[in-house]
Every structure is written in C-alpha cells, then in structure tokens.
C-alpha cells in the first residue's frame, strides 16, 4: 500500500490516479464542494508556479489533508491547463510538473525509481548487489536528453544493447518521460465546460499574462533579425526550445546556423536561447561557437527546404503560400524583407 503522502508527491502515477477514483469524486464535487476550495486554490497555483518559476512548487504535506488536497490540485491543474488552450503554456506547466517530480525523484531510493520505470514501459535493469542501473539504448535515445554533451550516447558506452546511468539519470529521463506523457495527454483533450465556468477569471487572466510574455519576446530587438519575417520551420523550432522541448540536434542546428547567416552576434543567438526552462549558457555557447565556427574550423550553412523535410523539421502543415515559391528558409527570409521594402 502507497503512502498518501507519496500519492501526493507523484499524482501523476496510476496508483494516484486509482485512489483519486476509488474515492468516487465526481467532477462536480471538486469544482462546487467547499470542502476542495483549498485544492482548487492550489491547482491555480501550481500552474502560475509552472509558469512563472517552471516548477509547479512545495507546499506542506504534513497532515492527511494536505495531502489530499495536493492530490486533487492535480487533475484541477491539468483540467484548467487544457482550457488555456495555448500551446506554448501547456508546454510550460507540463514542464514544470515534471521538473517537481525530477526534484523529489533524486532524493528517492533506486528501486521506488525503477517502479516508475515500469510504469513509463522504460526497459531498465536494476543490480542491487552492485547498486548499478542499466537501460536499453532506444529507450535511451528516446528520452534523455542528448542534446547535451554528457548524455550523447558516444560519452556514454553500450554493452549489449544496455547503456549505464546513475541514479541521478534514471530521475531525469522519467522527468523527459513524464514531460512527454503529460504533453501528449493535454494535447489529446478537449476544455470541459463547467471548468471554464468555474475558473473562467482564472483562466483568463493566465490567457492575458501569457499573451503579454509573447508579446514582449517578440518586441525584442534581436541584432538585425525580424522574428516576423521568419520562414514557418524557423520560427517553429525557436517556440519549442524557448519551451523547453527536446528539440534533436539538427533542429537545434539549422536555427543556429540560420541566425549566423543573418549575422546575429554569438551573444544575440544565446538570447533567443536563454529563455529555455532548462537553458545552460556555458554548454549552449559551446555549440553556437561550434557552429558558426568561431572554435571550429568550418562555419556551417543553414540547411535548404529540401534538407529540412528530410530531417522532418519542415512543418508541412504550416508551409505558406511563400514557401511553396522558395527553396531555402534564407530566400524566405529575405522575400519577405523585400516584400515589405516595396509596400513603403
Ligand atoms: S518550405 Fe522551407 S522555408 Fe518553408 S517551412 Fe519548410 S523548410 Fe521552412
């Protein structure tokens, strides 16, 4: 039997899930019973935390009713999270959920992380003798983080299949799991009216304080650069790293190698980057530097359209009427300056 306040700590776990069920709360009781105002007031909560600090944030879990009500706080976050219905703040609290539950994970012992393991279907073996965890490759690459240095599979050895991690690592791919897994079940619902009722005062004060940190992101005078006037592949890639998302390395890339181009400074490309949850300044200048060859001996180009749709960073869905003209994101770029040159 779980703890309740383990229940509390992880309310994403199916077990959490289950006790919220067996409990046989509806829907209605936790947006009408005065008896749930705290976990009502806490969900809110823990989305301006996700936002604002990309953590959803501590709060006591002393007594049985703390408890309880940080557990429920958690369907209400996500409930409500839905009806933001903006992309860019779902990325947001989904992260910052999952960065909570990194910070608790690394201070759990091993075997409470293997069980979550299994529950996230990650092939990960566990030597208690040895104290040694080993996980399979494809379950490796397609959770950890391999953007960084550290975590590409060539810093890291494989043996049969396997690649060791430490306790530490095992805590943050569940975090790169959980963070997928609570995205794709945002993405996969649709806002429930009577929560828009209840927290529509809620709901659209977020939508207006999101909307103003847009706003200031694009007013933002970066070097010589119109964020505008970017193609749709570039502008696509730069929302997912501001939000934090694990964006492959060829994505990562073209923007770098694109910005270069347009002669933006080392500094002023590490500013479009900076407002990643996870930005590390150190290791992402390494790798503009690399790139644009100030530490390297060759200074990249920006991949053309038809490079772009085979590393699957051309979103088609989005191509306008301009994209279907050109061959390169540079020449977008660049028609849509004259465009605007030739209406003055
Ligand atoms: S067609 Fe070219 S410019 Fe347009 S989104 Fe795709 S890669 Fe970018």
Avoid at 258 to 284: R, V
Avoid at 287 to 305: D, L
Wanted: charge should be positive; aromatic fraction near 10%.
């Amino acid at each position: 039997m779980v703890e309740l306040k383990t229940l509390s700590k992880y309310p994403f776990l199916n077990v959490s899930k289950d006790y919220v069920k067996e409990n046989g709360l509806s829907v209605n009781e936790l947006l009408d019973d005065p008896l749930y105002e705290r976990a009502r007031i806490t969900g809110v909560e823990r989305l301006d935390n996700a936002f604002k600090n990309r953590d959803v944030g501590n709060r006591s879990l002393a007594t049985e009713s703390d408890c309880i009500m940080e557990l429920l706080s958690y369907p209400i976050a996500r409930m409500i999270a839905v009806c933001i219905e903006d992309i860019y703040f779902k990325r947001r609290y989904a992260l910052g959920e999952a960065i909570h539950a990194y910070k608790n994970l690394v201070n759990e012992p091993t075997s409470f992380l293997i069980d979550i393991s299994n529950e996230f279907n990650l092939n990960v073996k566990y030597f208690e003798d040895t104290n040694k965890i080993k996980m399979h490759f494809v379950d490796y690459l397609h959770n950890a983080p391999t953007r960084y240095k550290e975590w590409k599979m060539i810093n890291r050895g494989m043996k049969d299949g396997y690649i060791q991690i430490t306790h530490k690592d095992l805590a943050r791919i569940i975090q790169e799991a959980l963070r997928a897994r609570i995205n794709k079940e945002l993405d996969s619902k649709g806002c429930n009216n009577a929560i828009y009722k209840t927290f529509s005062l809620d709901i659209q004060r977020i939508q207006n304080t999101v909307m103003i940190h847009r706003k200031n992101i694009e007013a933002v005078p970066i070097g010589k650069m119109d964020v505008k006037k970017l193609p749709p592949c570039i502008k696509d890639i730069l929302a997912a790293i501001q939000a934090g998302e694990n964006v492959p390395h060829a994505g990562r890339f073209a923007v770098v190698s694109f910005l270069n181009s347009l002669k933006l400074s080392t500094n002023d490309i590490l500013k479009l980057f900076s407002s990643a949850p996870d930005y590390q300044e150190e290791l992402t200048r390494y790798q503009v530097e690399h790139i644009t060859g100030k530490i390297s001996s060759t200074s990249y180009k920006p991949p053309g359209c038809e490079k772009m749709r085979t590393y699957g960073i051309c979103p088609v869905d989005k191509m306008d009427d301009l994209c279907k003209k050109k061959r390169h994101p540079l020449s977008y770029y660049k028609a849509k300056w004259r465009e605007e040159k030739d209406k003055k």
